[in-house]
């Protein structure tokens, strides 16, 4: 079972900007898709992004033009920049891994704990 791990979460005010991490234990070389996903309290967690093997990128329409999903392969990171953020993009974020590219989170089995991020207006 692959392992992830997630950093860069924090507090900003609306308008700014934050870069998250997720960090792989195990080599990408292309054989698995990673996503983002996003949990508010008391809700089912949310597709934020997610890129293929190949690199193309899908985003859900609540992020689409201000978040950017990349990965490193050569660093084994999976990266997620989220540019003018907003008081509703407060959320804790788990990156995952899986076969499946989609933004259903059942189809990842493979799961970061997650890192919190605060804006606030």
């Known amino acids: 079972q692959m392992q992830l791990e997630e950093s860069g979460g924090g507090s900003v005010q609306a308008g700014g900007s934050l870069r998250l991490s997720c960090k792989l234990s195990t080599y990408m070389a292309g054989r698995y898709c990673l996503a983002w996903f996003r949990q508010f309290p008391h809700k089912e967690r949310e597709g934020v992004a997610y890129?293929?093997?190949?690199?193309?990128?899908?985003?859900?329409?609540?992020?689409k033009g201000r978040f950017t999903i990349s990965k490193d392969h050569a660093e084994n990171t999976l990266y997620l920049d989220m540019n003018n953020l907003r008081p509703e993009d407060s959320a804790t974020y788990n990156c995952a891994a899986g076969y499946a590219c989609?933004?259903?989170?059942?189809?990842?089995?493979?799961w970061g704990r997650g890192t919190l991020v605060t804006v606030s207006s």
């Open positions: 890129i293929d093997r190949g690199g193309t990128t899908k985003y859900a329409e609540a992020v």
């Open positions: 989609s933004l259903i989170f059942a189809n990842y089995p493979d």
